[in-house]
C-alpha cells in the first residue's frame, strides 16, 4: 500500500517557484516520487503537482498548513493536500442507463479505484440489483417535476450524512440545481456521451447519426451551471461507419462512456486533476 | 493499369435489386471485382457500388446507358458510371497555408492519387514554388472584397476551359457563392481543421484551444451553401495535452488535415463515395 | 427481434456467382439486407455473406441444404447457414483473471451479446461469485499437471450435454490438447494480452515494458495448435508512457482485452467471421 | 524566436536532486519554464529534463559544466546541456523510397523541424530532386557488396565535414556496421515499418498482410548493433481490413512511417529524448 502525500498547487508564476517547494518538502526528509508543473504562458500562471513518500517524512501533516503558509502566502498559492492512504468518499448518481454504472463497481470491486462508496443515488429502481451484488448501499429518491428542490434537499442530506468528497454522475438524466453545483464545485464528474462541444445537450446520439459524423466520442467533465461546458477531464472517440445504425452508434458509445469516465474518475481520485480557467491540467 | 467500370447507385430498396444488377452484368460477361452495398432502413434507400473488370466485358461503354436505362427505370434509379482508366481532373484551390497543398501533390506525383491536376487557383502568391516543383499550372487569382464576383468568374472560367471534375479546397480561405456551389454539387471537398459539428466557422484551433478539449479534429467534406454544413466524408483525431499550447495544436492539426483531406479526395477519385441526405456512404 | 438468415460461404472465384445466389434468393422471395464479399485476388477465392429476412420467405430452413445443393456443388462452395432467431450457446472458461468473464457476462445479461451461456469452466473458485451474480451455471475441475487429460474429459462431457457451439477462453491460462482444439475449430475464441505477433507465449506486458514500446495492445483470434498463432478477429491498441509502471500496463492493458474479445465474440455470434488461410474475413 | 537552455540528465534516484537543480539554476536567476523528472522504480534512476530561458540567467554557457560539476560529481550525474539557438545538424540517409524524405524536407522547410540539413546521402540518385528542391546537397555513393567499407568510410568523412550531429534514415535500406554506430550512439534515428517487436527484419508488409493483422504499424527507434531492438522513441498503428491488399498497406503504412519518423526527429531535435536501459523516456 502506497503511503504518500499529494501537494496541489497553482500561483502566478514567478522564478523560484520549484526550489522553494522542493526546499520545503526537502527541510522535512520528503523523498519526492513525481514532481510535475506546467506553466500557462498566456495566463502567466505557475501549477504543480508533487507526490512524495510519507516514510520518513518528519512533518505531521496536521501540522503541514501551518509550515507551509509562510512559502503558500508569499507566492499567493493555492493549495490542497492529499494522502493516499485516504480513500475519497464517491457517490455514484444513476438513473437507468447501467452500463457506467456497472463499469464503475466492477473497479471498485477489483481495486482499480482507490475509494470508498458509501451510497448509490437514483431516481429509479433499476439498478438496485447492482448495487446489492457489489454490496454498496442504494437509495431510491423520486425526482418529480414538481418537488426537485424536495429531491434534492434529500440527496443532500444523505451526501452530507456520508461525508462524501465527490460525486460522480453515471449517466444521471436530471440537472442539478445551481446551489447544489456550488457545493459541490470541482466535485461532480459528468460523463456526456458525445465530443463536446459537438451535440451538447439532448440526444447527442441521434443527432450524430443524422448529421452523418465518422466519429463518435464522449466526454467527462466538471458539472458547472452552464449546461456540458464545464472543465473537460478526458475525451475519447470511435470510429462508426455508414453501416452503424443508431443502435450500433449507442453499443459502440457505452464503451467509450465507461472508458472515459473511468478513467476521469481514477485521475481525480489520484489527485491528478487541477482545474483553472474553466479547463483541467492533469498531470500524468 | 487496372481496366475497370464502376457503377454507383441509389434508389427505393425493393426486393431484386442485387439480382437484376448482377443478371445484367453477367449478360454482358462482366466479371465482378467488388460488390457493395447499403440500406438505409429509415429512409428505405438502397445504395450500391459495383466494379467489374472490363476485360472480356461485352458491352461497349458508350453503350451503357441505353442498355441499362429499363432496369434502371423500373426502379427509379438514380445512377452514375466510371471508368478507372479515365482519370478525373482535379483542380486544387488554395490561400497561403500550404501542407495541404504540398502534401496532394506528393500523393499526386507518387502516383497515390489516380488524378489529372490541370490547375492550382490561388488568392496568394505564396505557394507557387510548390507548383512549380510538380511542375502543375498554377494561376494567381486577387479576391479582392469589391470584385469577388469578378473574381469567381474567372475561376469559373478557367474551370471550364480546364474540363474540371472535381474541386479541392486544400485550406481556401474564401467563400465560395451558391452559384459556384451549385455548378459543382458534391463536388467540391473542403478540409476543416477541427471535429465537425464542434467549432465550425472561423479559428477551430483558437476555440479548441480556449475550451480546453483533449482531443483535436479535422474533417473533410462537400461543400454546401450552409458553412461547414456539409456532408462528411471523413474525420479524424489526435489526442492533446495541457502541455500544447496554441501552435502544437496548429501543428498537429497540420498533420491530421492532410492525412483526412488525401483519404477524402482518394476515395473521391476511386468513386467510393455516395451522398445522400446531407451523408456520406463510403464504400470501402 | 430480428428474424434473418445469414449465408457465409467461400469457393473459387469466378463469374456469376453473385448474380447466382442472388437469384436462387429471389426465388424464394428473400428480402436481401445485407450482401457483402470478398475476394482473394491471390487465392482465387470468393467469400460471402448475405443476409435477409425470413419474413414471407418461402423456403423453409430445414429445406435450405437440399434446394441449395446443385449451386453449391457446381461451384465448389463450403458453405454454413445461420438462423439469428437462433442463439448460439456460448461456454466460457476463465482462470483468475476476472475482468475479461466480468465484461462478457455484463454484455450477456444487457443483450448486447445475442448468446445463451449454458456453462462457465474454471480452474479455480475465484470467479464463482460473478457467475452466481448473473445466474449462470458455474463448474469447477481441477487442472493439475499430472491430470490433464482427465480434466479435458470431463470438460468435453460437460461442453457435449450443454450442447455448446463454442467457447470463448476468457484468459484461460491451460494450453487445451490438439484433440480438443480440432473438436472446436475455428470455434474457440482466445484473447491474448499483446499485439500479436508481438509478445506471443508468456508475460507479455512484462516484455512489452522491458521492450520499452509506446502502445500496448490485445488480440483477439481463434486457437490453433500452434500457440498464439491462430487466425486473428481483431486487435487493439493503447498508448503508454515512460510513466506506466508495469501495474499500469496491465490495467491499461485490462480495458483493451475487454474490448477486443468482446468485439470478437460479438462478431462470431452474428456470424460475420469467415475463416481462411489462416485469416479472418470479418464482414462488416 | 526561443532563446533557452535544456539540461538532460540521469542519475541513481535519492533524497533532494530537484532541491538541487533548482537552487543551482535560481543561483543564477534562471527562470525556469519546463521541469520534468522521472523515476525508473526498479533501476532506482532518476531522469531529469528541465528547461529554462537565457534571458537575465547570469551564468555564462561556456561556463556551466564548471559550474555543475560538483553537483554532477556528488550526485553521479550523467548530463547534457543543449542551447535551442543552436540548430544541430542533422543528416538524412535514403535509399528509394522518398516519402519519408519529402516529408522531413517539407517540415524542415516550414519551420517545423528547428535544424540544419547540411547533406542528403544516398545509395541511388532517385530522390536527388527532391534535395534540389529544397536546395539541400545531396550526394550519391554508391554501396555495392564488395566495397561497403569504403562506402562507409566516405559517408563517415563527409558526415564529419558537415559536422552532423545526428542521422536520420528515412528507408535507408543498408545495414551499417557496428563502428558506423558506435560513433554515432543514440544519435541515429531509423524507422522500421511494422509495430516492433513484431516483423522486425526484413519484408514486414509483406509479412503483415500474410498474418492477418488487423491493425499496421511504424516504429522510430535509435539503430544499434541488434537489428530493429534499439530505443524506441515513437510507435504508431493504423486500422486495416481484409479488404485491404498489400499495396494498401504499402500505401497506408507510408502515411504512418512519415508521422512516427517526423515525432521522433522533432523530439531529439528539441531534446526531449533520454536513452536508458534501451528504452526511451520522452519527455513532453
Same mark, same amino acid.
Given at each position: 500500500m502506497k503511503n504518500t502525500a499529494v501537494l496541489l498547487l497553482s500561483c502566478p508564476d514567478q522564478k523560484g517557484l520549484v526550489a522553494a517547494i522542493a526546499n520545503f518538502l526537502l527541510t522535512y526528509n520528503a523523498n519526492i516520487l513525481h514532481a510535475d508543473q506546467h506553466q500557462d504562458a498566456e495566463l502567466k500562471l505557475f501549477l504543480m503537482r508533487v507526490e512524495w513518500d510519507l516514510h520518513n517524512f518528519t512533518l505531521p501533516l496536521e501540522d503541514f498548513a501551518?509550515?507551509?503558509?509562510?512559502?503558500?502566502?508569499? *507566492?499567493? =498559492?493555492? /493549495?490542497? $493536500?492529499?494522502?493516499?492512504?485516504?480513500?475519497?468518499? =464517491?457517490?455514484?448518481? +444513476?438513473?437507468?442507463?447501467? *452500463?457506467?454504472l456497472a463499469d464503475l463497481l466492477y473497479r471498485y470491486q477489483s481495486g482499480e479505484l482507490h475509494c470508498e462508496i458509501p451510497i448509490i443515488l437514483s431516481n429509479h429502481e433499476d439498478t438496485r440489483w447492482l448495487a446489492d451484488t457489489y454490496r454498496v448501499p442504494f437509495q431510491y429518491i423520486a425526482v418529480s417535476k414538481d418537488a426537485k428542490d424536495e429531491a434534492e434537499k434529500m440527496q443532500m442530506a444523505i451526501l452530507h450524512r456520508e461525508q462524501v468528497d465527490f460525486i460522480v454522475l453515471a449517466r444521471y438524466m436530471q440537472v442539478l440545481s445551481p446551489r447544489f453545483l456550488h457545493h459541490y464545485e470541482n466535485r461532480i464528474i459528468n460523463i456526456h456521451h458525445s465530443f463536446l462541444p459537438a451535440f451538447h445537450g439532448a440526444k447527442p446520439y441521434h443527432r450524430a447519426f443524422e448529421r452523418g %459524423?465518422?466519429?463518435? #466520442?464522449?466526454?467527462? *467533465?466538471? +458539472?458547472?451551471? &452552464? $449546461?456540458d461546458d464545464g472543465p473537460i477531464i478526458e475525451q475519447d472517440v470511435s470510429r462508426i461507419s455508414h453501416r452503424d445504425a443508431l443502435d450500433d452508434l449507442i453499443h459502440? #458509445?457505452?464503451? $467509450?462512456?465507461?472508458? %472515459? $469516465?473511468?478513467?476521469? &474518475?481514477? /485521475? *481525480?481520485?489520484?489527485?491528478? &486533476?487541477? +482545474?483553472?480557467?474553466n479547463k483541467t491540467v492533469v498531470f500524468d
Open positions: 501551518a509550515a507551509f503558509a509562510p512559502i503558500a502566502s508569499r *507566492h499567493q =498559492m493555492t /493549495w490542497r $493536500l492529499a494522502e493516499s492512504a485516504k480513500k475519497p468518499r =464517491m457517490a455514484i448518481f +444513476v438513473s437507468r442507463f447501467d *452500463h457506467c %459524423v465518422k466519429l463518435i #466520442g464522449a466526454t467527462s *467533465h466538471y +458539472v458547472t451551471e &452552464v $449546461l459502440k #458509445g457505452a464503451d $467509450l462512456e465507461k472508458i %472515459v $469516465l473511468s478513467r476521469a &474518475v481514477k /485521475w *481525480h481520485i489520484d489527485n491528478r &486533476v487541477l +482545474v483553472y480557467a
